[in-house]
């Protein structure tokens, strides 16, 4: 499915923040950015309110929109709590997903595996991401489902960066098998302990990470 043209923008945005063409703390001119793009500053508006979500700008009443890149003390403590709400979602998932939800799981893992062959991260991370959405609706707690969505929202852009790392995408496929066996053996200890595992973001791979979304001239 084509992507709307807000999310496109939002997309190429968030690229320049992470490539540090934008820098953190800059302001963000919605004329300026229309003209760039050649489109209207409705999708722009749109565009900036989706990076709000996910924290990558602050929109600041009556004085703008700004990057914001988060430090490494923020940026860890969002993953330990994804990492907590994903591990509560697979336990409850592992005692509570049907059969059809596991043969999704099974076929989005399939799709994964096409895009690791092909080394499209992009396409990677849509199915991955629907994989997570998927367990997050198969825990049966509404509440936690919600929570779950917001922070993943939140933490887009930083999930999707850390694909690019080298490895990281065979990785995570791999850990993806793991967690469907678990739920497909409805072992709930083990679903928890690989979900918390496959979303933190500790030792050399937060390092990588951080490196990323520092400016090369640091």
Same mark, same amino acid.
């Given at each position: 499915?084509?992507?709307?043209?807000?999310?496109?923008?939002? @997309?190429?945005?968030?690229?320049?923040?992470?490539?540090?063409?934008? *820098?953190?703390?800059?302001?963000?001119?919605?004329? /300026?950015? /229309?003209?760039?793009?050649?489109?209207?500053?409705?999708?722009?508006?749109?565009?900036? +309110?989706?990076?709000?979500?996910? =924290?990558?700008?602050? +929109?600041?009443?009556?004085?703008? %929109?700004?990057?914001?890149?988060?430090?490494?003390?923020?940026?860890?403590?969002? &993953?330990? %709590?994804?990492?907590?709400?994903?591990? !509560?979602?697979?336990?409850?998932? *592992?005692?509570?997903?049907?059969?059809?939800?596991? $043969?999704?799981?099974?076929?989005?893992?399939?799709?994964?595996? +096409?895009?690791?062959?092909?080394?499209?991260? @992009?396409?990677?991370?849509?199915?991955?991401?629907?994989?997570?959405?998927?367990?997050?609706?198969?825990? =049966?707690?509404? &509440?936690?489902?919600?929570?779950?969505?917001?922070?993943?929202?939140?933490?887009?852009?930083?999930?999707?960066? +850390?694909?690019?790392?080298?490895?990281?995408?065979?990785?995570?496929?791999?850990?993806?098998?793991?967690?469907? *066996? !678990?739920?497909?053996? $409805?072992?709930?200890?083990? /679903?928890? @302990?690989?979900?918390?595992?496959? %979303? *933190?973001?500790?030792?050399?791979?937060?390092?990588?990470?951080?490196?990323?979304?520092?400016?090369?001239?640091?």
């Amino acid at each position: 499915m084509e992507k709307r043209l807000a999310d496109r923008i939002a @997309d190429e945005i968030e690229e320049m923040i992470f490539d540090h063409s934008l *820098a953190d703390g800059a302001r963000l001119d919605e004329h /300026a950015l /229309a003209e760039r793009f050649s489109v209207s500053r409705t999708p722009i508006r749109e565009a900036l +309110q989706k990076l709000a979500l996910s =924290g990558l700008v602050t +929109q600041i009443p009556n004085r703008g %929109v700004f990057v914001h890149q988060p430090g490494a003390v923020e940026l860890i403590e969002m &993953f330990e %709590v994804m990492a907590e709400l994903e591990a !509560a979602a697979g336990r409850l998932a *592992a005692l509570r997903i049907t059969d059809e939800a596991l $043969g999704d799981l099974q076929r989005a893992n399939t799709r994964c595996q +096409q895009a690791v062959a092909a080394e499209d991260t @992009d396409a990677y991370y849509v199915e991955n991401e629907y994989f997570h959405h998927l367990i997050y609706t198969q825990s =049966g707690n509404s &509440f936690l489902q919600a929570e779950a969505l917001r922070l993943h929202r939140r933490l887009r852009p930083f999930r999707r960066q +850390q694909l690019r790392l080298r490895g990281r995408m065979a990785q995570s496929m791999a850990e993806h098998e793991s967690i469907v *066996a !678990a739920l497909v053996r $409805g072992d709930a200890p083990a /679903a928890a @302990d690989l979900l918390r595992a496959h %979303v *933190a973001v500790q030792g050399e791979k937060f390092h990588h990470l951080m490196a990323s979304l520092r400016p090369t001239h640091e």
